[in-house]
């Protein structure tokens, strides 16, 4: 599989990488099958491994913890802090590494930062930025990030605040066509030189009949890594081919790809650009 | 009319400028109304107009000359080469300094440097592009720049052959899904401060319907000004007051916008992103693997 730089952190991964929130019991994956997928991907040589404090009451941390535990080495751990203060943040982290079964995080983020509000709140006196750079300090994780799913600007300011190491942003081609990361952030976070990476790149399954072309577009955008999630062994096994055979999309292909979805580029089918994700009527607005 | 920097050449220009392809006779416009076309652009504010050695036999020269004779200061006048030699160039530069009446150019650009062989022929050794250094060593042109209708990857690897100052590339809200210069170059237009001109930003007429929206589009793009064509007054008309009532679309109205024009996009319709211009049946070809975003 192809491998790409990783901002400055002295990394390379392989362009495909796993997201952890399906491997859940509500998304109809048992404990034995998490270990499996898990398992599977670092076999087929994934090494990037996304998760979230938040995810599944912490069974998502968990079941990366079951994996982590006897192979921490050959994994590279990001997890995200969902408080937005700096006491609650370090509360996470405690939780995070106990269920991840180990001493220290590769990467550590913050969550969700989409609104200015939030943005405001992590990065003010006593927020959740202080608990990063204080672990950070104390050797306890190593990177710092921060992920966006709705307003690129938000995490352009972001930068303006706080050197990130890393950022993870929505970049599925749903994404192209409404504040764009790809269009309005990635031109200055390459130009900076961090880590990038994308997720929603299967429109959590709005893109599910385009799953090989949708997945093929996001690979093809000037990221570090992608983060697909999976539930299956089969959609693991899926995301690999066309990984593995990746070559950049032309772009008369990306035009056939974007006349087959520009009909799904609604606020229903991307709720994390909507005013309000658990009533996706209207785009949010800025 | 909002103006903006210009690249690094120290002017800045309003958003809107004449594209004087179309006042020629094969388009219906006569003498009289080209040059009522160029001075109500210049009693609207526009100063930049953008003309070539090469359209219509030296009439849109002709005719922009007929004008600058009078206003040339009030004028910045930038036209192209379209010979891929020093010595062509340097002819083609004396014919279009006579057509225009004038002693010198703000700026010259090599003309529709689309394709890797072009841009070896005027980058080689006695190719135009020393004509063009050599015109600006000796003050008759201010400005050099360079064309590119149909890839961004050619545009790219040209500014790395030499630090022209300004592009003029098509932007159209057509040119958004293929080959798009806004997402492959202008990130790298920014960080050199190149001066930017959009063209084909109605699409040869295609978006005439939408032509509010699609102008306003390619007025947001990070780009200095917008060269408009047009054969009329009533069209000069229409496009002054879209350009001076312009204020940012949003994102939702952009997806409007593409909602609306992306049943457009074919190579039928932009035969400047075509595999031939004139046959215009398949997209240009460019191997993936090269290139950079």
């Not at chain 1, 006196?125 to 104390?138: D, H, S, V, Y």
Request: charged residues 25%; hydrophobic residues 40%; proline residues 4%.
């Amino acid at each position: 599989m192809e491998t790409r730089t990783f901002g400055q952190t002295g990394q390379s991964f392989p362009i495909l990488s796993l997201g952890c929130q399906r491997l859940v019991d509500e998304e109809g994956c048992s404990e034995s099958q998490a270990v499996a997928i898990l398992e599977r991907a670092l076999e087929r040589g994934i090494r990037y491994f996304d998760t979230a404090w938040i995810y599944s009451a912490g069974q998502s941390e968990q079941r990366v913890g079951l994996v982590a535990r006897d192979r921490r080495d050959e994994m590279w751990i990001a997890t995200k802090v969902w408080a937005t203060d700096r006491d609650g943040a370090k509360q996470q982290l405690e939780d995070s590494l106990g269920r991840l079964q180990t001493d220290h995080l590769d990467e550590w983020r913050l969550h969700n930062v989409s609104t200015f509000e939030r943005l405001d709140a992590m990065t003010a006196k006593g927020g959740a930025l202080e608990a990063l750079i204080e672990a950070r300090e104390q050797g306890v994780i190593r990177h710092i990030s921060i992920s966006g799913h709705a307003d690129p600007q938000i995490q352009v300011e972001a930068l303006r605040r706080f050197p990130f190491d890393t950022v993870l942003m929505a970049a599925s081609v749903l994404d192209h066509f409404i504040y764009s990361f790809a269009e309005e952030f990635l031109p200055v976070a390459n130009a900076k030189g961090i880590g990038t990476i994308g997720m929603k790149v299967i429109g959590y399954k709005k893109l599910a009949d385009y799953a090989e072309r949708a997945l093929h577009y996001a690979l093809s955008l000037p990221l570090s890594t992608v983060i697909v999630g999976c539930s299956t062994m089969e959609q693991l096994e899926m995301d690999l081919a066309v990984a593995e055979s990746y070559k950049p999309m032309t772009d008369p292909e990306r035009l056939a790809l974007f006349r087959d979805v520009l009909p799904l580029v609604k606020p229903e089918n991307m709720p994390w650009k909507a005013k309000d994700w658990g009533n996706p009527t209207d785009w949010v607005t800025r | 009319m909002q103006t903006r920097p210009f690249g690094k050449t120290g002017e800045n220009l309003p958003i809107l400028s004449l594209g004087c392809r179309r006042i020629v006779d094969e388009e219906g416009c006569d003498e009289a109304q080209a040059v009522a076309i160029i001075e109500r652009a210049l009693e609207g504010g526009i100063r930049y107009f953008d003309v070539a050695w090469s359209y219509a036999d030296g009439q849109a020269e002709e005719r922009l000359g007929l004008v600058s004779r009078e206003r040339r200061d009030a004028m910045w006048i930038a036209s192209k080469v379209i010979a891929g030699d020093r010595d062509g160039a340097l002819r083609q530069l004396e014919e279009s300094l006579s057509r225009l009446h004038t002693d010198h150019l703000d700026e010259w650009r090599l003309h529709n440097v689309s394709t890797y062989e072009r841009l070896d022929v005027v980058t080689g050794k006695g190719g135009a592009l020393e004509a063009l250094i050599e015109a600006r060593e000796q003050g008759i042109v201010r400005h050099i720049g360079i064309t590119n209708h149909s890839d961004p990857q050619v545009q790219i690897e040209a500014m790395r052959r030499y630090p022209f100052e300004t592009a003029l590339v098509t932007l159209s809200a057509l040119d958004h899904f293929i080959y798009s210069f806004a997402d492959e170059f202008l990130p790298l237009a920014r960080e050199q401060r190149v001066g930017i001109i959009a063209m084909k930003a109605l699409g040869y007429k295609m978006l005439a319907h939408c032509a509010e929206n699609a102008l306003r589009y390619v007025f947001d793009l990070p780009v200095c000004t917008v060269a408009v064509g047009c054969s009329s007054v009533d069209e000069l008309e229409m496009d002054l007051a879209i350009a001076e009532a312009c204020r940012p679309m949003t994102d939702i109205e952009r997806l409007d916008l593409y909602r609306q024009v992306l049943p457009l996009v074919s190579p039928e319709n932009m035969p400047w992103k075509a595999d031939d211009f004139d046959n215009p049946r398949d997209w240009l070809a460019r191997d993936s693997g090269s290139v950079e975003r």
